[in-house]
Protein backbone atom coordinates (compact mmCIF):
# COMPACT_ATOMS: atom_id res chain seq x y z
CA UNK A 1 0.00 0.00 0.00
CA UNK A 2 0.97 3.61 -0.27
CA UNK A 3 1.28 4.50 3.68
CA UNK A 4 1.78 2.64 6.85
CA UNK A 5 -0.29 0.35 8.01
CA UNK A 6 -0.91 -1.34 11.36
CA UNK A 7 -2.76 -4.77 12.53
CA UNK A 8 -4.97 -5.22 14.05
CA UNK A 9 -6.69 -2.10 14.36
CA UNK A 10 -8.39 -3.29 17.93
CA UNK A 11 -7.39 -5.57 20.07
CA UNK A 12 -8.87 -6.65 23.42
CA UNK A 13 -7.20 -9.42 25.83
CA UNK A 14 -6.81 -9.96 29.54
CA UNK A 15 -4.30 -9.29 31.98
CA UNK A 16 -1.56 -11.50 31.41
CA UNK A 17 -2.26 -12.51 27.79
CA UNK A 18 0.74 -12.02 24.88
CA UNK A 19 0.04 -9.86 22.31
CA UNK A 20 1.59 -9.08 19.48
CA UNK A 21 1.34 -5.63 16.87
CA UNK A 22 2.09 -5.59 13.41
CA UNK A 23 3.25 -2.47 11.76
CA UNK A 24 3.90 -2.37 7.96
CA UNK A 25 6.25 0.77 6.90
CA UNK A 26 6.23 2.56 3.63
CA UNK A 27 8.41 0.40 0.89
CA UNK A 28 11.96 1.97 0.67
CA UNK A 29 11.63 3.51 4.37
CA UNK A 30 14.53 2.36 6.63
CA UNK A 31 13.59 3.96 9.51
CA UNK A 32 10.72 2.69 11.89
CA UNK A 33 9.21 4.10 15.27
CA UNK A 34 6.97 3.07 18.14
CA UNK A 35 5.18 5.07 20.03
CA UNK A 36 2.50 4.57 22.76
CA UNK A 37 0.00 7.27 23.43
CA UNK A 38 -2.17 7.05 26.32
CA UNK A 39 -5.66 8.65 26.53
CA UNK A 40 -5.22 12.30 26.30
CA UNK A 41 -1.64 12.17 26.35
CA UNK A 42 1.59 13.07 24.27
CA UNK A 43 3.34 10.52 22.21
CA UNK A 44 5.91 8.34 24.43
CA UNK A 45 8.66 6.82 22.36
CA UNK A 46 8.98 3.34 22.48
CA UNK A 47 11.75 1.86 19.95
CA UNK A 48 13.61 2.84 16.84
CA UNK A 49 14.94 1.14 14.13
CA UNK A 50 17.42 1.80 11.24
CA UNK A 51 18.63 0.18 8.63
CA UNK A 52 20.53 -2.66 9.76
CA UNK A 53 22.02 -0.84 12.85
CA UNK A 54 21.48 -2.52 16.54
CA UNK A 55 17.93 -0.37 17.37
CA UNK A 56 17.18 2.44 19.92
CA UNK A 57 15.65 0.75 22.45
CA UNK A 58 15.70 3.24 25.67
CA UNK A 59 11.94 3.92 25.38
CA UNK A 60 10.64 0.33 26.02
CA UNK A 61 9.34 0.53 29.61
CA UNK A 62 9.76 -3.04 30.88
CA UNK A 63 11.35 -6.03 29.45
CA UNK A 64 7.57 -7.15 28.96
CA UNK A 65 8.23 -5.21 25.89
CA UNK A 66 9.77 -6.19 22.72
CA UNK A 67 10.07 -5.61 19.05
CA UNK A 68 11.46 -7.00 15.48
CA UNK A 69 11.99 -5.54 12.60
CA UNK A 70 12.66 -8.52 10.08
CA UNK A 71 14.14 -8.06 6.69
CA UNK A 72 14.68 -4.24 7.27
CA UNK A 73 10.44 -3.91 6.90
CA UNK A 74 8.00 -5.00 8.73
CA UNK A 75 8.31 -4.57 12.36
CA UNK A 76 6.54 -6.18 15.44
CA UNK A 77 6.28 -5.26 18.68
CA UNK A 78 5.45 -8.29 21.24
CA UNK A 79 4.15 -7.16 25.01
CA UNK A 80 4.26 -10.36 27.17
CA UNK A 81 2.40 -10.69 30.01
CA UNK A 82 0.01 -7.86 29.38
CA UNK A 83 -0.87 -5.43 32.45
CA UNK A 84 -3.82 -2.81 32.52
CA UNK A 85 -1.82 0.06 32.74
CA UNK A 86 -0.69 -1.45 28.60
CA UNK A 87 -3.83 -0.05 27.18
CA UNK A 88 -3.15 2.48 25.00
CA UNK A 89 -3.01 3.58 21.40
CA UNK A 90 0.26 2.20 19.61
CA UNK A 91 1.56 4.11 16.86
CA UNK A 92 3.69 3.17 14.15
CA UNK A 93 5.83 5.58 11.77
CA UNK A 94 7.87 5.53 9.17
CA UNK A 95 10.59 7.48 7.55
CA UNK A 96 13.83 7.91 4.81
CA UNK A 97 16.98 7.67 6.70
CA UNK A 98 16.33 10.94 8.56
CA UNK A 99 20.38 11.92 8.82
CA UNK A 100 21.33 10.97 5.48
CA UNK A 101 18.11 11.91 3.11
CA UNK A 102 18.16 15.51 4.91
CA UNK A 103 13.68 14.45 4.69
CA UNK A 104 12.72 14.43 8.33
CA UNK A 105 8.90 13.57 8.01
CA UNK A 106 7.25 10.46 9.86
CA UNK A 107 4.53 8.81 8.27
CA UNK A 108 2.23 7.55 10.50
CA UNK A 109 -0.21 4.20 10.74
CA UNK A 110 -3.47 4.70 12.02
CA UNK A 111 -2.84 3.03 15.34
CA UNK A 112 -3.55 0.13 17.11
CA UNK A 113 -6.08 0.49 20.18
CA UNK A 114 -4.91 -2.19 22.66
CA UNK A 115 -7.43 -2.78 25.77
CA UNK A 116 -6.02 -4.80 28.57
CA UNK A 117 -9.44 -6.18 30.76
CA UNK B 1 10.09 14.48 29.99
CA UNK B 2 8.69 16.17 26.97
CA UNK B 3 11.48 18.17 24.89
CA UNK B 4 8.25 20.07 23.43
CA UNK B 5 5.25 21.24 25.54
CA UNK B 6 2.30 22.91 23.60
CA UNK B 7 0.64 26.18 24.91
CA UNK B 8 -2.79 26.47 25.60
CA UNK B 9 -3.35 22.96 26.32
CA UNK B 10 -6.98 23.57 24.66
CA UNK B 11 -8.55 26.31 22.54
CA UNK B 12 -11.65 26.68 21.18
CA UNK B 13 -12.48 29.42 18.45
CA UNK B 14 -15.12 29.63 16.21
CA UNK B 15 -15.07 29.29 12.30
CA UNK B 16 -12.68 31.90 10.68
CA UNK B 17 -11.11 33.34 13.47
CA UNK B 18 -7.56 32.55 13.38
CA UNK B 19 -5.93 30.06 15.90
CA UNK B 20 -2.44 29.98 17.32
CA UNK B 21 -0.40 27.96 19.51
CA UNK B 22 2.74 28.10 21.04
CA UNK B 23 5.42 25.06 21.79
CA UNK B 24 8.95 25.44 24.13
CA UNK B 25 11.61 23.20 24.29
CA UNK B 26 14.51 23.26 26.16
CA UNK B 27 17.70 21.82 24.60
CA UNK B 28 19.13 22.74 21.05
CA UNK B 29 17.80 21.50 18.07
CA UNK B 30 17.92 20.65 14.61
CA UNK B 31 14.48 21.05 13.45
CA UNK B 32 10.85 21.85 15.17
CA UNK B 33 7.85 19.48 13.22
CA UNK B 34 4.30 20.26 13.49
CA UNK B 35 1.84 17.51 13.24
CA UNK B 36 -1.86 17.11 13.73
CA UNK B 37 -3.99 13.90 15.03
CA UNK B 38 -7.59 13.83 14.11
CA UNK B 39 -9.52 10.97 16.79
CA UNK B 40 -6.79 9.64 18.19
CA UNK B 41 -5.26 7.66 15.62
CA UNK B 42 -2.29 8.36 13.18
CA UNK B 43 -0.42 11.50 13.17
CA UNK B 44 -0.01 13.97 9.91
CA UNK B 45 2.97 15.75 9.11
CA UNK B 46 2.25 19.57 8.77
CA UNK B 47 5.16 21.36 8.35
CA UNK B 48 8.84 21.55 9.66
CA UNK B 49 11.03 24.62 10.10
CA UNK B 50 14.69 24.10 10.45
CA UNK B 51 16.91 25.87 13.23
CA UNK B 52 18.54 28.17 10.68
CA UNK B 53 14.72 29.28 10.29
CA UNK B 54 12.41 31.80 11.33
CA UNK B 55 9.35 31.71 9.72
CA UNK B 56 7.82 29.16 6.80
CA UNK B 57 4.67 29.03 5.36
CA UNK B 58 2.17 26.39 3.77
CA UNK B 59 -1.05 26.89 2.87
CA UNK B 60 -3.03 28.62 5.72
CA UNK B 61 -0.37 27.44 8.07
CA UNK B 62 2.43 30.09 9.59
CA UNK B 63 5.00 28.66 11.61
CA UNK B 64 7.93 30.54 13.10
CA UNK B 65 11.07 29.53 15.01
CA UNK B 66 12.20 31.85 17.96
CA UNK B 67 15.66 29.69 18.82
CA UNK B 68 16.99 32.20 21.64
CA UNK B 69 13.66 31.89 22.93
CA UNK B 70 13.59 28.25 22.35
CA UNK B 71 9.97 28.71 21.08
CA UNK B 72 7.62 27.92 18.31
CA UNK B 73 4.06 29.04 17.09
CA UNK B 74 1.97 27.43 14.79
CA UNK B 75 -0.88 29.99 13.54
CA UNK B 76 -3.80 28.50 11.13
CA UNK B 77 -5.49 31.58 9.69
CA UNK B 78 -9.39 31.96 8.71
CA UNK B 79 -9.64 28.03 10.56
CA UNK B 80 -12.27 25.69 9.22
CA UNK B 81 -14.93 23.29 11.53
CA UNK B 82 -12.41 20.58 9.73
CA UNK B 83 -9.26 21.89 11.63
CA UNK B 84 -10.18 20.50 14.95
CA UNK B 85 -7.67 17.91 15.87
CA UNK B 86 -5.28 17.96 18.37
CA UNK B 87 -1.56 19.34 17.28
CA UNK B 88 1.50 18.59 18.38
CA UNK B 89 5.03 19.87 17.68
CA UNK B 90 8.14 17.59 17.46
CA UNK B 91 12.03 18.32 17.82
CA UNK B 92 14.61 17.22 16.67
CA UNK B 93 18.25 17.17 18.49
CA UNK B 94 21.02 17.63 16.13
CA UNK B 95 22.73 14.10 15.52
CA UNK B 96 19.43 12.40 17.23
CA UNK B 97 17.93 9.98 15.17
CA UNK B 98 14.64 10.52 17.15
CA UNK B 99 11.65 13.19 17.22
CA UNK B 100 10.30 14.20 20.68
CA UNK B 101 6.50 15.07 20.64
CA UNK B 102 5.25 17.23 23.20
CA UNK B 103 1.39 16.68 24.92
CA UNK B 104 -0.07 18.08 22.24
CA UNK B 105 -2.80 20.65 21.95
CA UNK B 106 -6.77 20.42 21.56
CA UNK B 107 -8.25 22.94 18.72
CA UNK B 108 -11.84 22.80 18.51
CA UNK B 109 -13.15 25.05 16.21
CA UNK B 110 -16.94 25.86 16.39
CA UNK B 111 -18.94 26.65 13.50
Known amino acids: GAGVSQSPSNKVTEKGKDVELRCDPI?????LYWYRQSLGQGLEFLIY????????KSGLPSDRFSAERTGGSVSTLTIQRTQQEDSAVYLC???????????????FGPGTRLTVL | SQQGEEDPQALSIQEGENATMNCSYK?????LQWYRQNSGRGLVHLIL?????REKHSGRLRVTLDTSKKSSSLLITASRAADTASYFC???????????FGKGMKLTVNP
Open chain 1, 93 to 107: ASSSDPLVRGVDEQF
Open chain 1, 27 to 31: SGHTA
Open chain 1, 49 to 56: FQGNSAPD
Open chain 2, 27 to 31: TSINN
Open chain 2, 49 to 53: IRSNE
Open chain 2, 90 to 100: ATRQGGSEKLV
